[in-house]
């Protein structure tokens, strides 16, 4: 429970937050992001984009042209915002361009109250099992300069990854399932839970926690407060499912069964074994590999639910798998999920 209490703070506060910044704002889970906070109507949203981007950005959001390697564009669209959402695509991590890190920076330097990193997935603040996923190094570069720094709070979105894009896109890869091919290959007996968001879950879910006061009004206000997550992770699911699972929707979308689907099972630790040594051979789908099958160790590390859900706080609403997958073929047939 947050220390800081709206009756302490001085004279013309607003309990809560207004002005929200976002990189990445016509991205996919930024697009999803975006679209939702002006759904909400409650927040004053800013998209902060390289000058040039022909980025698409949703109608309503104020555009602002930001140059990495001038600073002080980056400070100047900060000033008075009070959340910064940073959302970047595999493209501008790799492109050397360090944009996370001097997004942070700026917003410390512009006094900017709260910051989440771009870490939206498994839970970050499992380190061992992050550094297997290969994916632990940014977010603890992030979470470390954000506290270095020590303006702002960190605050991360954990939502396992992705069903659209893990359950359709380059299935045979992740979550196992190849539509295409109508292959299936279960890791183990395909039976270990993990939770997985939509796209959409994840922006109602900012949206609701933006919504949110941001400190508790005093010592007796037990309701949910931006402000109870400093520094901490705010971990949301559509569905805890295990292969199974998600093969029966496939089945029950697609209208097959069994018979039309050839079906193999893997051991898991051998199969991400593999897909380490694929990597470190130059392999790049090595890495998909790699970090979906670690997700599904039968040790609960995938499962969310573990730690305790921040749906019913956020008022997050139960969803329809079949209508989720049939989502994510929508989606992979436009394009919307290939590299």
């Known amino acids: 429970m947050s220390l800081r209490f709206a009756k302490n703070q001085a004279a013309g506060f607003v309990n809560r937050i207004q002005n929200v910044a976002i990189v990445g704002a016509g991205g996919n889970i930024g697009g999803s992001f975006a679209r939702h906070l002006l759904a909400g109507g409650r927040h004053q949203?800013?998209?902060?984009?390289?000058?040039?981007s022909q980025a698409a950005i949703p109608k309503g959001i104020r555009r602002v042209s930001?140059?990495?390697?001038?600073?002080?564009?980056?400070?100047?669209?900060?000033?008075?915002?009070?959340?910064?959402?940073?959302?970047?695509?595999?493209?501008?991590l790799m492109d050397g361009s360090n944009a996370e890190a001097k997004s942070i920076s700026a917003a410390a330097a512009a006094r900017?109250?709260?910051?989440?990193?771009?870490?939206?997935?498994?839970?970050?603040?499992n380190e061992p099992m992050t550094t297997q996923m290969g994916l632990a190094s940014r977010f603890l570069a992030a979470k470390g300069l954000v506290e270095k720094l020590g303006v702002s709070s960190w605050v991360a979105l954990s939502c396992g990854f992705w069903y659209e894009?893990?359950?359709?896109?380059?299935?045979?890869?992740?979550?196992?399932i190849d539509f295409e091919r109508r292959t299936v290959t279960f890791f183990g007996k395909g039976e270990e839970k993990i939770t997985t968001s939509t796209w959409d879950q994840c922006g109602r879910a900012l949206a609701a926690f933006l919504a949110l006061k941001r400190f508790p009004?005093?010592?007796?206000?037990k309701s949910p407060a931006v402000d109870n997550w400093a520094n901490k992770a705010v971990y949301i699911s559509s569905f805890r499912v295990n292969q199974k699972d998600l093969?029966?929707?496939?089945?029950?979308?697609?209208?097959?069964?069994?018979?039309?689907?050839k079906i193999e099972t893997v051991d898991t630790e051998e199969r991400y074994k593999a897909a380490v040594a694929a990597l470190q051979g130059g392999d790049r789908t090595g890495f998909s590999r790699m970090m979906y099958t670690r997700v599904f160790f039968?040790?609960?590390?995938?499962?969310?639910?573990?730690?305790?859900?921040?749906?019913?706080?956020?008022?997050?609403p139960e969803e329809n798998i079949d209508e989720s997958t049939k989502e994510g073929l929508r989606l992979h047939a436009t394009g919307v999920l290939s590299y």
């Not at 001038?70 to 000033?79: G, I, N, P, Q």
């Not at 009004?217 to 206000?221: I, L, P, S, T």
Request: aromatic share 8%; charged share 25%.
């Open 45 to 52: 949203l800013t998209a902060l984009s390289r000058a040039g």
């Open 66 to 92: 930001i140059d990495y390697n001038d600073e002080s564009t980056l400070v100047d669209a900060l000033k008075g915002q009070d959340f910064l959402v940073i959302t970047l695509g595999v493209a501008a």
């Open 247 to 261: 093969f029966e929707s496939a089945k029950r979308v697609t209208g097959t069964t069994d018979a039309d689907w």
């Open 112 to 125: 900017v109250p709260y910051v989440m990193p771009n870490c939206y997935g498994p839970d970050p603040l």
């Open 298 to 316: 039968p040790t609960g590390e995938g499962d969310n639910t573990r730690h305790g859900l921040a749906n019913a706080a956020l008022g997050l």
């Open 165 to 176: 894009w893990s359950f359709v896109g380059e299935g045979r890869d992740r979550f196992g």
């Open 217 to 221: 009004e005093d010592e007796n206000d």
